[in-house]
């Protein structure tokens, strides 16, 4: 079964600190893409960051930045300098196959406190 | 552009009523997919349409079906809820649902059955 596992389900970060969200996934495909996505109160889920499988170098969006590691099929996202628009629930999720569905782990809880 | 358009936004039926949610993907994407989010069991995929065909369904019962005009815009509908069918039900478009696409979610439907 294909599985995303996020161990943390809140988390909370002071203002321009720096924060790490872990998430873990099982497959056994070689190629797939891994995604953040998050979704802040009420409003709706937007895109983070995206990695593609076959590439090692990691994926950076401004602050957002992911550590991949395929062969632990980890990938952590990293936060810098947090703003309190981070505050949301941030979901990790895998696609597989080419018209497969998207899995999704539980979410973790981030709150970015003043 | 504009993003992937959900209504109703909020609804409220009682057990055994049927329900129909409708999603307009962003202009130029043909592929639809259905999400169902609750607090306990998170994001679960209801199915996938694309070019008017179902291609990709989750693992929920028969009461709850789909379909996709041929403008791409697309409907599910719920048969006799159920208590546990309340959630916050998310649509989200992509160009062709390839492997490598974004999926940009709509604001979501929150569905309570009394």
């Known amino acids: 079964a294909q599985t995303v596992t996020q161990s943390q389900p809140e988390m909370s970060v002071q203002e321009a600190e720096t924060v790490t969200l872990s998430c873990t996934y099982d497959?056994?495909?070689?190629?797939?893409?891994l995604f953040w996505y998050k979704q802040p109160p009420s409003r709706q889920m937007i895109l983070v960051i995206r990695q593609e499988a076959y590439k090692q170098q990691n994926a950076t969006e401004n602050r957002f930045s992911v550590n991949f590691q395929k062969a632990a099929k980890s990938f952590s996202l990293k936060i810098s300098d947090s703003q309190l628009g981070d505050t949301a629930m941030y979901f990790c999720?895998?696609?597989?196959?080419?018209?497969?569905?998207?899995?999704f782990g539980p979410g973790t809880r981030l709150s970015v406190l003043p | 552009k504009a993003g992937v358009t959900q209504t109703p936004r909020y609804l409220i039926k009682t057990r055994g009523q049927q329900v129909t949610l409708s999603c307009s993907p962003i202009s130029g994407h043909r592929s639809v997919s259905w999400y169902q989010q609750t607090p306990g069991q998170g994001l679960q995929f209801l199915f996938e349409y694309f070019s008017e065909t179902q291609r990709n369904k989750g693992n929920f019962p028969g009461r709850f079906s789909g379909r996709q005009f041929s403008n791409s815009r697309s409907e599910m509908n719920v048969s006799t809820l159920e208590l546990g069918d309340s959630a916050l039900y998310l649509c989200?478009?992509?160009?062709?649902?390839?492997?490598?696409?974004?999926?940009?979610f709509g604001p979501g439907t929150r569905l309570l059955v009394l």
């Open positions: 999720a895998f696609r597989v196959n080419y018209g497969q569905n998207f899995v």
């Open positions: 989200a478009s992509s160009p062709s649902g390839g492997l490598e696409e974004t999926q940009y």
């Open positions: 497959t056994s495909e070689n190629n797939y893409y």
